[in-house]
């Protein structure tokens, strides 16, 4: 026990040693300055105990106080293809303000975590998911172009008249996220919150966007893929994949933060239903090689579309693994596993189509060969 103790002291005396050389070796550099009467430190006051107080004698904001007050204020900003942080405006006219509290949401609920809570708060946006995929089997298949001089735009090829139609839908949302009067609005309608997930706010939020930079990327990818597809399988068809993708994208995201008890990240932006019409393409050529079109042949890569999906749906798992917070990637693959299933579905049903084309055909063959076996039998 002596021999403990006497090892003990030692170290004890090594370690004060040591603090006393680091200590002279600051002094001598520079860095550190003995102060007198120092009542909470020997080695005096430094820079982070000045920020530690400054932040200590700060008021308390809970995160439900957080999200109101940000919800107000244009919500959240939106990064590129991912989730919201808290963003401030930095107007301060007396109209600004009025409309800012007009706009907060006080219907929020952050306390309750149990999982009637949970199951209750996802119900509402389960039944409206059904009901909004049915909507678009109905109007794939039901779906009848209008003759050229119904249309809008009769000289714009459907295409381009389709994708141009959501882009300006988006254009608009977000032109109404810097207007005031519409706060209130947009946040109840285009801003998907998990406290208080509000049912059109599934689909809403699919044509919402607070960055231009995001609306930007998004509807460039859109122009780009959308239009191609669009000319693959039709308006009627191509809408379906759009709306499903975009809505069953929120629907993951929300019950991934719903389940995980995360109440106060928002989200909004056209990705998801992105991700399901770039899935749709790439299946439906899943044979075929894409290259980038602006590149010379000698320098752009030919990309298998199959391999293409995959690479697209493996990032996105890396994402989550690795816990990249700034992009739902939880949306993305919902958008991903949407447009495949609706291509897979377009592929079979067009598949029967054939089958059932070429079975009339051979009967109608077989039958000729009936008729004119009678024919000859009754001469």
Same mark, same amino acid.
């Given at each position: 026990m002596d021999e403990d103790a006497a090892i003990m002291r030692r170290i004890e005396e090594e370690a004060r040693e040591s603090d006393a050389e680091l200590l002279a070796n600051a002094e001598r550099i520079g860095i550190y300055k003995p102060q007198e009467n120092s009542e909470t430190s020997k080695y005096g006051k430094s820079g982070l105990d000045s920020i530690r107080e400054h932040y200590e004698n700060q008021p308390i904001k809970s995160q439900a106080d957080e999200i109101r007050n940000a919800s107000s204020d244009s919500a959240m900003i939106q990064h590129p293809h991912g989730r919201a942080v808290l963003a401030r405006r930095s107007e301060?006219?007396?109209?600004?303000?009025?409309?800012?509290?007009?706009?907060?949401?006080?219907?929020?609920?952050?306390?309750?975590?149990?999982?009637?809570?949970?199951?209750?708060?996802?119900?509402?946006?389960?039944?409206f998911v059904l009901a909004v995929i049915w909507f678009c089997l109905l109007l794939a298949q039901n779906y009848v172009p209008p003759p050229k001089q119904a249309r809008l735009w009769p000289d714009m090829p459907p295409a381009a008249a389709t994708i141009i139609t959501i882009i300006l839908i988006n254009a608009t949302a977000v032109v109404f996220w810097r207007a005031p009067p519409m706060w209130r609005f947009m946040n109840k309608y285009f801003l998907l919150i998990p406290a208080r997930p509000r049912v059109w706010s599934l689909l809403g939020n699919t044509f919402s966007h607070?960055?231009?930079?995001?609306?930007?990327?998004?509807? +460039?990818?859109?122009?780009?893929?959308? @239009?191609? *597809?669009?000319?693959?399988?039709g308006r009627?068809?191509? =809408? %379906?994949?759009?709306?499903?993708?975009?809505?069953?994208?929120?629907?993951?995201?929300?019950?991934?933060?719903? +389940?995980?008890?995360?109440?106060?990240? @928002?989200? *909004?932006?056209?990705?998801?239903?992105?991700?399901?019409? =770039? %899935?749709?393409?790439?299946?439906?050529?899943?044979?075929?090689?894409f290259r980038i079109r602006f590149l010379p042949p000698e320098l752009g890569p030919i990309i298998s579309l199959n391999l293409l999906l995959v690479v697209l749906v493996g990032a996105e798992i890396v994402g989550i693994i690795r816990g990249y917070r700034r992009i739902d990637h939880w949306a993305h693959l919902g958008g991903y596993a949407s447009g495949f299933a609706g291509a897979q579905a377009l592929k079979y049903r067009a598949r029967k189509k054939r089958e059932e084309a070429h079975g009339t055909t051979k009967m109608s063959e077989h039958m000729g060969k009936v008729n004119r076996i009678d024919g000859i039998s009754g001469s």
């Amino acid at each position: 026990m002596d021999e403990d103790a006497a090892i003990m002291r030692r170290i004890e005396e090594e370690a004060r040693e040591s603090d006393a050389e680091l200590l002279a070796n600051a002094e001598r550099i520079g860095i550190y300055k003995p102060q007198e009467n120092s009542e909470t430190s020997k080695y005096g006051k430094s820079g982070l105990d000045s920020i530690r107080e400054h932040y200590e004698n700060q008021p308390i904001k809970s995160q439900a106080d957080e999200i109101r007050n940000a919800s107000s204020d244009s919500a959240m900003i939106q990064h590129p293809h991912g989730r919201a942080v808290l963003a401030r405006r930095s107007e301060s006219a007396e109209w600004v303000k009025r409309y800012k509290e007009k706009a907060k949401l006080e219907d929020l609920d952050f306390s309750d975590v149990s999982w009637t809570t949970k199951v209750v708060r996802l119900l509402p946006s389960t039944v409206f998911v059904l009901a909004v995929i049915w909507f678009c089997l109905l109007l794939a298949q039901n779906y009848v172009p209008p003759p050229k001089q119904a249309r809008l735009w009769p000289d714009m090829p459907p295409a381009a008249a389709t994708i141009i139609t959501i882009i300006l839908i988006n254009a608009t949302a977000v032109v109404f996220w810097r207007a005031p009067p519409m706060w209130r609005f947009m946040n109840k309608y285009f801003l998907l919150i998990p406290a208080r997930p509000r049912v059109w706010s599934l689909l809403g939020n699919t044509f919402s966007h607070q960055s231009p930079a995001h609306f930007f990327g998004n509807m +460039l990818v859109l122009w780009f893929i959308g @239009t191609r *597809l669009h000319d693959d399988i039709g308006r009627g068809n191509f =809408l %379906a994949i759009y709306l499903i993708g975009g809505v069953f994208a929120s629907y993951v995201s929300l019950c991934r933060f719903v +389940l995980t008890s995360n109440l106060v990240t @928002t989200s *909004l932006g056209a990705s998801g239903a992105l991700t399901a019409v =770039l %899935a749709a393409w790439c299946t439906i050529h899943s044979g075929e090689n894409f290259r980038i079109r602006f590149l010379p042949p000698e320098l752009g890569p030919i990309i298998s579309l199959n391999l293409l999906l995959v690479v697209l749906v493996g990032a996105e798992i890396v994402g989550i693994i690795r816990g990249y917070r700034r992009i739902d990637h939880w949306a993305h693959l919902g958008g991903y596993a949407s447009g495949f299933a609706g291509a897979q579905a377009l592929k079979y049903r067009a598949r029967k189509k054939r089958e059932e084309a070429h079975g009339t055909t051979k009967m109608s063959e077989h039958m000729g060969k009936v008729n004119r076996i009678d024919g000859i039998s009754g001469s």
